[in-house]
């Protein structure tokens, strides 16, 4: 496997990172590997917005199983897994860093590690028909790619509870019903709605967005002192020179650049 197993794509300041791995974008520890890669590319480049896609049938089915089987049969492979998981973890949580808005755009299965991988975007965006879920507990695993952690924070006990606990697999547009997705829409149109949610990120001041994000991660992690961030992010933006012209700006015409 090589490089481009993961795409990278730019117009402006929008980046696409495109999962090509056929036939399902199962994710072992070189895809890991290639992600971690372009992450590093995203960041020297200094990208508005990263959008996370798949030209293959599905988002990604996550794990992959023959890597998984291999280890169940292996003298080292509990280690092994161990170590993948930290792995999923590190690139995921580097992700989820980025001070870029990262969008996913699920069409087909997002399973797994893929659904994981999604957790880790600040936005997700699913057909109606996509296929969502945390399914490890129905082959003797649980999600250790930040699943248990992840989905808790975004929607609470009750609704991780009912995903992995059962292994329930649910529609894109039940996921947007239960806060695992921000949107879900007719498959023609996914595009074009992540693109729309791309173009308003890119009006936001970069400064503005990196120290949001700050704030809202802080949050979602359940960290003391939430508010003394924001007061502390909102002195630092005091004093770029982008702030002063953008209310320079809206004050003169009525406009928000």
Known sequence: MTHDTITIDRNGPIARLTLSRPPV????????????NRLSDIEASGDAVVIVRSDQRVFSAGADLAMVNQRL???????DMMQTAR?????????????ALTIAEIAGHAMGGGLELALACDIRVATHEARIGL????????????????LTQLCGPGIAARLI???????????????????????RDLAQAVEKI?????GVSPDALREAKKCIRHAALRKPDGAALEVEGIGRLMTTSEA?????????SGKAP
């Open 25 to 36: 974008n199962a994710i072992d520890d070189a895809f890991l590997q290639a992600l971690d």
């Open 73 to 79: 049969h292996s003298p080292t492979g509990s280690w």
């Open 87 to 99: 792995l999923f973890h590190a690139v995921y949580d580097r992700l989820a860093s980025l001070p």
């Open 135 to 150: 399914p490890e507990a129905r082959v003797g695993l649980l999600p250790g790619a930040g699943g248990t952690q992840r």
């Open 165 to 187: 606990l059962t292994g329930e697999i649910v529609s894109g547009r039940d996921a947007a019903q239960l806060g695992i997705v921000q949107l879900s829409c007719e498959a």
């Open 198 to 202: 791309a173009a308003s990120a890119c």
């Open 244 to 252: 002063r012209d953008r209310v320079m700006s809206f004050l003169s």
